[in-house]
């Protein structure tokens, strides 16, 4: 079954995600781009908000949108975000020249990260394998720009598919992100990560809009069974 990630920007949308079905609940802040971070005080309030009611439910939070070659600023961000008391940080990597030193170094941190390798420009699978290689508790495939395209837009399915399996091959979680929509619902059941995530196609008015609760739930019951939901 592939669980259902939710990006909430505050602790209402929080609750609301967890109590329609969301399994994972994602801190975010859309308004500050595609990896946007929740201050650090805002996150801890949530994390008590939530935990106080579903208690093991899980929470991860990202860090902000920051270059992949800045390393010092991610791991000093990386930390502080952990120290908020979520289960797993989220780190953009951008594939180049500076993705695998900044996967090493984020591997050796004192915390649960997950990479969100970010497919704009396509999708190496020997870079999947590398951080499979890692030992990160997950990978997720995401895109940094919000311009209408998908994730399936940036890299077709058997590309995907491949990457799944490689980031998959030493237990890491595998999650799809990217804009995706009903119309991409064939397709992650087909590849059959172990979480997708969502924003815009949860919330009223777009990604900067209020999270909708009717709307997680139809994406929980989709993702759970066969049929299509729409």
């Known amino acids: 079954m592939t669980a259902l990630?939710?990006?909430?920007?505050?602790?209402?949308?929080?609750?609301?995600?967890?109590?329609?079905?969301?399994?994972?609940?994602?801190?975010?802040?859309?308004?500050?781009g595609a990896l946007g971070g929740v201050s650090l005080h805002e996150i801890t309030r949530i994390v008590t908000v939530l935990r106080s009611i579903y208690p093991v439910k899980p929470i991860s939070a990202t860090i902000g949108d920051i270059a992949t070659e800045a390393t010092d600023e991610i791991a000093a961000r990386v930390i502080d975000v952990s120290n908020t008391g979520v289960d797993y940080v989220k780190v953009g990597v951008t594939p180049g020249a500076a993705a695998r030193s900044c996967l090493t170094e984020l591997a050796n941190l004192p915390a649960s990260v997950v990479p969100v390798l970010l497919c704009d420009a396509g999708m190496d699978v020997e870079l999947s394998r590398f951080a499979a290689g890692l030992g990160f508790a997950g990978i997720v495939f995401d895109t940094a720009n919000k311009d209408g395209r998908t994730l399936f837009d940036c890299v077709d399915k058997n590309t995907l598919g491949a990457c799944l399996r490689a980031a998959g091959e030493n237990g890491s979680m595998t999650g799809l992100?990217?804009?995706?929509?009903?119309?991409?619902?064939?397709?992650?059941?087909?590849?059959?990560?172990?979480?997708?995530?969502f924003r815009t196609a949860l919330c009223e008015g777009g990604r900067a809009g209020r999270l909708d609760p009717a709307r997680v739930a139809r994406w929980a019951d989709a993702l759970h069974r066969s049929a299509v939901v729409h």
């Not at 609750?15 to 329609?20: N, P």
């Open 5 to 32: 990630l939710a990006s909430v920007r505050s602790s209402e949308e929080a609750l609301d995600a967890a109590q329609a079905g969301a399994e994972l609940i994602d801190l975010k802040e859309p308004a500050a």
């Open 177 to 197: 992100a990217g804009s995706l929509s009903w119309e991409q619902l064939a397709e992650i059941r087909e590849l059959a990560p172990d979480i997708v995530g």
